[in-house]
């Protein structure tokens, strides 16, 4: 049987979740890895495959064996109330889950703040933008008038 040997250098990761990291905000990043190696993990796996690793058939005493080595396989790993189990693993990839789902609801929020905005901008009504074609060719054709009656202005009229 072969198995997975994992990444033993500790020091440079120590924390499964640090091995895979997903950055969900300009500063905020979550950690999502884990290793098979973890100890619970490891634990877990190695205590499955004792089970996997056996063979029983239908008889009353491959039954006693079985139960024999599910009660053994059940002592070996960690009672309901230890620290280091494979559900505190869950739980921490849990709370990464939670926090990149409010990452994303606040990156919609924003992005739909900005498409408002951003259409504020570029839908205009026609109305409003009759009105400002309107207003610049009053305040074009007034200059216009002014520059003429400054060109044909001479110095004797001016005097």
Do not use: C
């Amino acid at each position: 049987m072969t198995w997975y040997v994992g990444d033993d250098d500790a020091t440079a990761v120590p924390n499964g979740r640090d091995t895979a990291a997903a950055r969900v905000d300009d500063s905020y990043v979550v950690g999502t890895g884990a290793r098979a190696n973890e100890p619970p993990i490891r634990d877990l796996l190695v205590q499955l495959g004792v089970l996997a690793a056996e063979t029983f058939s239908n008889t009353d005493a491959e039954h006693r064996r079985y139960d024999m080595l599910a009660g053994k396989v059940r002592s070996n790993l960690p009672p309901a109330d230890a620290a280091g189990k494979v559900e505190s693993i869950v739980g921490e990839l849990g709370s990464a889950l939670a926090s990149m789902n409010a990452a994303k609801e606040r990156h919609q929020a924003t992005e739909a703040v900005l498409r408002e905005a951003l259409a504020g901008n570029e839908e205009s009504k026609p109305e409003e933008l009759a009105a400002a074609i309107l207003a610049l060719q009053t305040r074009l054709q007034a200059s216009y008038q002014t520059t003429s009656i400054l060109a044909r202005l001479s110095i004797v009229d001016y005097l």
